[in-house]
Nanobody, 122 residues
Framework: QVQLVESGGGLVQAGGSLRLSCAASGRNFRAMGWFRQAPGKEREFVAGINWSVTYYADSVKGRFTISSDNAKNTVYLQMNSLKPEDTAVYYC???????????????????WGQGTQVTVSS
């Protein structure tokens, strides 16, 4: 049974930091990604990782860092210099299809976590 379990969300002041974790089990995943969805908005790509290759949305580049610990089957999202506009539910996603690219749209990912709330106060 495939499971993606996120943790690490919470309330933080603008300029602060949070680290999200996504523990994966049940399959070997090729690429992992983080998405977020704010109220009334579509789910948007935040960051992705495929082995050591990473890719970021322009809105988080330079502030967020995605990394993985293959031994623990866990992917992390370190979020620094948080802004109120980063407030959203953050979702972990995983893809098993072969290839080297990092999927950047939600429809390309097969498995999803339940989401974790991140709230940044001004």
């Amino acid at each position: 049974q495939v499971q993606l379990v996120e943790s690490g969300g919470g309330l933080v002041q603008a300029g602060g930091s949070l680290r999200l974790s996504c523990a994966a089990s049940g399959r070997n995943f090729r690429a992992m990604g983080w998405f977020r969805q704010a109220p009334g908005k579509e789910r948007e790509f935040v960051a992705g990782i495929n082995w050591s290759v990473t890719y970021y949305a322009d809105s988080v580049k330079g502030r967020f860092t995605i990394s993985s610990d293959n031994a623990k089957n866990t992917v992390y999202l370190q979020m620094n210099s948080l802004k109120p506009e980063d407030t959203a539910v953050y979702y972990c996603a995983a893809d098993t299809s072969p290839g080297v690219k990092i999927p950047k749209t939600a429809t390309e990912y097969e498995y999803w976590g339940q989401g974790t709330q991140v709230t940044v106060s001004s």
